[in-house]
C-alpha cells in the first residue's frame, strides 16, 4: 500500500475575523521524508498555514489532510502525530527544562521511565544536558528554541512543523539547529519549516513553495526555481589593452555569435553573457575572445540565488527582520477578532 | 480516566508554577495577617454594641478575612491564566493531544489548592491568636471544603477575565470587580446592624450569605438555619460559575 503524503492541501483559506485574508486558497503536498520549505516574507501567511495544519487555528475553507488524517475528522489524532515547534515559543519560563521535557512527553502519551529517558537523550542531542535543571527562564534565544526542538521531539513524531526555527539566532546556534533537523530528517522524520532566510531554505530544503500575499507563487526544488528564474551570468573583465578603442564592440560582437550566448552586454570593464550553463559556456568565451585578441583579466560565473528568485517571483526583495508575523495572531487573539500589531 | 491523569500532569506544572514564585505565597498569608490587625484592633470595641453576635471581635472577623482572600484569589488566578495565554503556554498545550477539558481541570484545581493553602494559614494565625473554632474540627474541615469550593468558582470568574479580556491592564485591575463581593458584606458588622441602601445591596450579594454560614459554623457552631442558605447560594453559584467558565474556554479553543 502507498503511504499517504505527510501533508496535502487542497484550496487552503483563511479569513480572520475582520476581514484579512490570511490564506487565498493555497495547494501544496509534502511527501514523507521530505524537508519541505515554507519560504515567505513577514505576513505572507507562513505562521497561519503552519498553525491550521498543527490544528491551533481553524481554517476557512479547503481541505487538509496530515499524516493522512482529515484535520475536520480527527484533530486528536493529529495532534498526536505530530511536533511543532511555533516561532512564539510559548515556553514555561518558571519551569526547569528537563521537567518541561517531561512535562511535554506525558501530554503526548509517553510512559514516564520512557519520558524521563527520552529527556535525558534529547538533551543531550540538542546539547543541554548541562543545564536541564536550569530554569527555562534563564536560557538564551539560542537555548530556548533547542530545548523547544528537543520538546517537539518526545513522543518521536514522524512529522515535524516548525516555524522560523532560526530567526533571531546567531549563527553559531543556527548552525548547530541546521545539523539536528539534518539528521532527523536522514533519520526519515518529514520536516516542514517556515523561513524567511534564502540560506536556510537553501541548505536544508530538497523543495521549497513560495508564498506571497497567501498565495503560492512558485514551488520546487531550490535549484529547479533558481534555474527557471533564467541561465547563469558570465561576467568578463578585460586585461591591459594596447589599442582599446572599439574592443569592446568587437568583444560583444564576438560573443554574441556563439550559440551558448544567450544575451550580451557591456560593463564598465568588460561585458556580461547569460548562458544556460555557465561552467560549458566559460571555456568557449575565453577561447572566442583569445581568437579575437581580446585579453582577459577575470572571468566570474555567477549563479542565480534563492532571492533572484524571490525577486522574480513577487517583483521585491524579501525584507529580512526578526519582528513577529504580526498579521497572524495567535489562536486567542484570533478568536477575540484582535489583530495584533 | 484519562482526563483525571492528563488533568494531574497540567495540576503539577502549574502548582510548581506557584510554588516557584514564594512571594506570592508570602504575600498571601500576610495579607491575612495583616487584616487581622489593621481591622481586629481599631474595631475591637464594636462587640460592645447591642446585639452584636460575638463576644471576640477577631472570632467574628475570621470568616471575613477567610472569605476575603479567596474571593481576591480570583484576581490572581486571572493574572496568572493570562501570564500563560501571553507566553503562548496556552497555545502549547492546545497543540498536544490532551483534552480541551484536561487543561480547564487542572487550572481550576490549581485555585482550589491555593484556596485550601490559605484557609489553613489562615486558620492556623486565627488559631495562634486565640479565636476558638465553635464548630469543632468538622467545622474546620467543612469550612476549608466551603471556601474551597468558593475558591473554585472565583478561580472561574477569573478566568473568564483572562480568556475574554486578554488584557493585562484591565487583569491586573480586575480586583476592583472583586471589592463590592467582599465588601458588600456584613463583613465587619452584622446585617442587622447595617441600615440603608448598604444593606439592601448586602442582601443581593452571594457572598454575603456564604460569608454568614462560614462565619455561624466559626462563631456559633452548627445553627443550620444561618448555614443552610449559605450552603445552597454556595453551590448555585460555583455550578453557574464553572458552567459560564466551561462555556467561555469552549468558545476559546475552538
Known sequence: MQRPPAVLVQGLEKTYPGGTRAIDGIDFTVE???????????GAGKTTTIKILATLLSKSGGHVEVAGIDIDQDA?????????????????????????????????????????????????????SGV????????????????????????????????????????????????????LNAQGVTVMLTTQHMDEADRLCRRLAIIDHGRLVAEGS?????????????????????????????????????????????????????????????????????DAEIPVANLAVTRPSLDDVFLHHTGREIRESDADEDAESRVWGQWMGVNRR | MLILRESSYIYVRNLRTWLAQPTMIVAAVLSSAVMYLFFGE??????????????????????????????????????????DIMSGYVDKLLLSPVNRFSILLGTLAI?????????????????????????????????????????????????????RTRSVQVTV??????????????????????????????????????LVAVRTVIIDGWVWEHIVPGFWVLLGTSAVLIGLATYEYRRATN
Open chain 1, 32 to 42: 514523507q521524508g521530505e524537508f519541505f520549505g515554507f519560504l515567505g516574507p513577514n
Open chain 2, 173 to 210: 485591575n480586575s480586583w476592583l470587580l472583586f471589592m463590592p463581593l467582599a465588601f458588600l458584606t456584613s463583613a465587619f458588622m452584622p446585617r442587622d446592624l447595617i441600615t440603608g441602601w448598604f444593606q439592601f445591596a448586602v442582601g443581593l450579594n452571594p457572598i454575603e450569605y456564604i
Open chain 2, 42 to 83: 481599631p474595631l475591637r470595641g464594636i462587640t460592645g454594641l447591642p446585639g452584636f453576635p460575638a463576644a471576640d471581635y477577631q472570632a467574628f472577623l475570621t470568616a471575613m478575612v477567610i472569605v476575603m482572600a479567596v474571593v481576591f484569589s480570583g484576581s490572581d488566578m486571572a493574572m496568572v491564566l493570562l501570564t
Open chain 1, 222 to 290: 531550490p535549484g529547479a526555481l533558481k534555474a527557471a528564474v533564467g541561465g547563469d551570468v558570465v561576467r568578463v573583465s578585460f586585461g591591459p589593452m594596447d589599442s582599446p578603442d572599439g574592443r569592446a564592440d568587437i568583444a560583444l560582437g564576438t560573443l554574441r555569435r556563439l550559440p551558448a550566448v544567450q544575451e550580451a552586454d557591456t560593463t564598465p570593464d568588460g561585458l556580461t553573457a547569460t548562458v544556460d550553463d555557465g561552467g560549458a559556456a566559460a571555456p568557449a568565451i575565453l577561447r572566442a575572445l583569445n
Open chain 1, 76 to 128: 486528536r489524532a493529529v495532534r498526536s502525530s505530530i511536533g511543532v515547534a511555533l516561532q512564539e515559543v510559548g515556553l514555561d519560563d518558571l519551569s526547569k527544562g528537563r521537567d518541561f521535557l517531561v512535562l511535554q512527553g506525558r501530554l503526548y502519551g509517553v510512559g514516564r521511565a520512557e519520558a524521563n529517558r527520552r529527556a535525558d537523550e534529547l538533551l543531550e542531542l540538542v546539547g543541554l
Open chain 1, 132 to 183: 536541564g535543571k536550569r530554569k527555562i527562564g534563564s536560557y538564551s534565544g539560542g537555548m530556548r528554541r533547542r530545548i523547544d526542538l528537543a520538546g517537539a521531539l518526545m513522543h518521536r513524531p514522524n512529522i515535524l512543523f516548525l516555524d522560523e526555527p532560526t530567526s533571531g539566532l546567531d549563527p553559531q546556534s543556527r548552525l548547530a539547529i541546521w545539523e539536528h533537523l539534518e539528521q
Open chain 2, 111 to 163: 485555585g482550589a489548592t491555593r484556596a485550601i493553602a490559605q484557609v489553613v494559614a489562615i486558620i492556623l494565625v486565627a488559631t495562634a491568636i486565640g479565636v476558638r473554632f465553635e464548630g469543632g474540627v468538622a467545622g474546620i474541615l467543612a469550612v476549608i471544603a466551603a471556601t474551597t469550593l468558593l475558591g473554585v468558582a472565583m478561580g472561574c470568574v477569573g478566568l473568564i477575565i483572562a480568556v
